[in-house]
């Protein structure tokens, strides 16, 4: 099974309930004792204020310890999840259960309230009804994994093991496209549930991963990789010209990361790194080339220096074709080169070699 990728925006709609979350916090938090209440709405920014306040800060306040303020909290939600309106609730709870089913099952903490909330007050009244069901269930994050939300244990495990797996898979500097890696993700997923496998799904499950990701270009590979890690004008550079798929003048270059990443690079700026980074080779007068691409460092005397000793004595228009591939410089620039008597020699049959 390929994934077609599309030019499209794959960002998913907000989230719309038939339920009033406002109201329906309001009955829950009715439904607790009055201390509790309050510990209640300061933990999860429930009142007027959205700032979720901490043990510490409650205890503070009230003049009780934080152990003691965990308490009240603890025992405050477990009165709720005993209450007339919790059981009442159900269909609400159920509602969201398929709403995060509907993205794959298991979603990043911050992307799934970035959904359900269009402000911090709506996004804390779902995380009040994410800790209170225990069909929502909370993965800390880890050194691999944001943390995350999901309803489904058998096919949260999996997605974790088809990420883990999918990481191994790539090798420290690979680099690819959107599509490609979906496809490789693919392989990984037999176990999970033809429901899930669609694009937008997959995509939402990559970004579970610390260890995977992608650069501007939406091309994608380990986090670690040069051309994912993206930290300035050398990595923007290396981008652009890879993009542009042939040598390109440093002003260009900087011109492209402009235009491409809406960075601002400035022309000496962009060519100081190009000059100190291996990844960029000089191949014409301020014309730079990867190295990837098989060019090599050095100036036009190196390049004949490499053919001959590559290839054997070669004669005049044989090393002007060879080094013109590698270089981007004018017949007479390789030529002023290979008659200097300090570095090349003519044999008698027309070939030159090495000194």
């Not at 309001?26 to 043990?55: D, I, M, Q, S, Y």
């Not at 690979?174 to 033809?194: A, I, Q």
């Not at 080779?281 to 036009?300: D, H, I, K, N, S």
Request: no cysteine; glycine share 6%; proline share 3%.
């Amino acid at each position: 099974m390929a994934i077609e990728m599309k030019a499209k925006n794959t960002k998913v709609k907000p989230a719309s309930f038939s339920f009033d979350s406002a109201a329906l916090v309001k009955k829950l938090l009715a439904a607790a004792p009055e201390r509790a209440r309050e510990v209640l709405t300061r933990r999860f920014g429930l009142g007027v204020n959205p700032e979720h306040e901490t043990l510490e800060s409650i205890g503070d306040r009230t003049g009780i310890t934080r152990e003691r303020v965990r308490q009240i909290e603890a025992a405050g939600l477990d009165v709720i999840r005993a209450s007339k309106a919790f059981k009442d609730a159900n269909a609400a709870f159920s509602e969201l259960v398929r709403y995060i089913q509907s993205l794959g099952a298991i979603v990043s903490e911050e992307t799934l309230l970035s959904m359900l909330g269009k402000d911090e007050k709506a996004r804390n009244r779902f995380r009040f009804f994410l800790m209170l069901d225990s069909a929502f269930f909370r993965e800390r994050e880890t050194k691999d994994f944001l943390a995350r939300w999901h309803v489904d244990h058998a096919t949260a495990k999996r997605i974790h093991e088809a990420l883990s797996k999918l990481y191994t898979s790539l090798s420290d500097n690979e680099v690819m496209s959107e599509g490609e890696l979906l496809d490789r993700f693919l392989e990984e997923l037999k176990e999970v549930n033809d429901a899930y496998k669609n694009e937008e799904v997959m995509k939402r499950w990559l970004t579970l991963s610390k260890n995977i990701g992608s650069n501007p270009l939406t091309e994608w590979g380990r986090t670690t990789a040069p051309a994912i890690r993206i930290k300035g004008v050398r990595d923007y550079a290396y981008l652009a010209i890879k993009r542009h798929g042939a040598p390109m003048h440093f002003s260009e270059v900087a011109k492209a990361i402009g235009s491409l990443f809406s960075k601002k690079a400035h022309v000496a700026t962009t060519h100081n790194e190009l000059i100190k980074d291996p990844r960029f080779v000089l191949v014409g007068r301020g014309l730079y080339a990867l190295t990837e691409w098989g060019y090599t460092p050095g100036v036009v005397r190196d390049v004949i220096r490499e053919t001959i000793d590559r290839i054997g004595p070669l004669k005049k228009d044989e090393i002007i074709k060879h080094v013109k591939r590698a270089r981007f410089v004018k017949d007479n620039t390789i030529l002023v080169n290979l008659n200097d008597s300090r570095y090349f020699k003519r044999l008698k049959d027309g070939r030159y070699t090495v000194v």
